[in-house]
């Protein structure tokens, strides 16, 4: 089971810091909360749904429809935790369009 998290302005995510390393996140803040990724367990790249895209269309194609961002999804640990007893795999998007990471999914 995951839980999907919602953003401000109906887009889902919440901002985050995220300091990369050389294949992906290294490590992650959320609110005063450091998590340290263990493990990328998968990566991928997403455009945005259709249905969610600006009307406005610019030489044939909406900007929002070839928009992609990448998305990891990692085993982390908050800091100073064994990852034994509290790991959790979170999917930490980064969109390039609009400079910012994106903790846009928990699973349980």
Known sequence: MSRV??????????????EPGPLGPAQFWRGRSRYVVGELLDSWVETAPWWQCAPEVVGGASADLVATREVWRVEAVRAGRSRTSSA??????WESAANRWSLVRVHD
């Open 88 to 93: 959790g795999v979170f999917d930490l998007s």
């Open 5 to 18: 998290l919602s953003g401000v302005g109906g887009r889902v995510g919440e901002q985050v810091q995220v």
